[in-house]
């Protein structure tokens, strides 16, 4: 007869077995898959592509029942807001007061020019753009302030 054979398992391979299966599952783990970069475009090269043209831009500039209009020119604008007298995006800085303040100085009514209040646009259009302007403020002088008659009420007291 032939004796049966008993299956034993050692604690020593046990031990070995479970050691590896946590060591592979520890670095296993720990490996992270990165997503594949997206180049990015350099901003100039967006920024030229958002430049719009608006063409025969003049501005009227109205102050009671005068008015001033300057000559038509192309204006370069960008998406952002900003604008410019070249088609380069680099070179659209200005904002649109800055803009309308370059046509109001080359205004020659001086009445005009010299206005006090000026309603500047936010975004400038293509065509008539009309810009209203107040009056020159009226000179009223102060006979005295609040400080003088703090004072005299002082003196008084």
Do not use: W
């Not at 520890?26 to 719009?52: C, K, L, M, N, R």
């Not at 309603?119 to 009309?130: D, F, L, R």
């Amino acid at each position: 007869m032939k004796k049966e054979r008993l299956d034993k398992f050692s604690i020593r391979k046990l031990t070995v077995g479970a050691a590896s299966v946590l060591i592979g599952v520890a670095f296993g783990a720990t490996t992270v898959s990165a997503a594949p970069t997206v180049p990015q475009a350099p901003a100039t090269g967006q920024q030229a592509t958002e430049v719009i043209e608006l063409k025969d831009v003049k501005f009227t500039f109205k102050m009671g029942d005068k008015s001033a209009t300057t000559r038509a020119v192309t204006i370069y604008a960008t998406k952002d807001g900003h604008y410019g007298f070249e088609k380069d995006a680099a070179k659209c800085t200005s904002t649109a007061a800055q803009i309308v303040s370059t046509f109001l100085d080359s205004v020659s009514d001086d009445a005009i020019k010299n206005a006090q209040g000026v309603a500047y646009p936010e975004k400038i259009v293509a065509g008539e753009n009309t810009v209203e302007l107040a009056a020159q403020h009226a000179s009223n002088k102060v006979e005295h302030s609040d400080a003088d008659l703090t004072k005299r009420s002082r003196k008084k007291g």
